[in-house]
């Protein structure tokens, strides 16, 4: 979660800063009291601000599991490859047992047809949506989908 990992890099911030602050008012000066307290407010404020940020922004993920026609784990990876690339879509997991995608997308930017459709253009069904025949004719002949599981085969 790079959200975290930032979060936590201005938490430390903000104790280096305190600890500072405490420093300066043993020196008993108070012109660089005040400067360090505004210094300190303002880390607060970005802190903050960047917690109700990575808060707001993960509320907006709306999330669609779509029934693929994917048969091995070359399929998998290509799945997951193309729809990362895809407009609006955060992320995209495939389980190779149920051959169902999970796709993570921003309901501002996409929508579930337009999902189900870039699923086709890769070549593969989506729920009731049939393949793209151009982009099914592209895909190694192992995974085409009237081919049976191949996981035993290397590609
Ligand atoms: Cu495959």
Redesign the pocket.
Known sequence: MPTLIVELKLAYLLVVQLMNLRLRFQDNSFKLLKNNMKNTIIMIAFVLGTSIASMAQSKKLAELKVKTS??????EA?IERDMSFEKGVKSADLDLETKIVTVKYDPKKTNEAAVRTAITMVGYDADDLMADAKAYEK??G??KKDVKPHHDMKH
Do not use: I
């Open positions: 994917a048969v091995c784990e070359m399929c290509k895909l190694p192992c995974c």
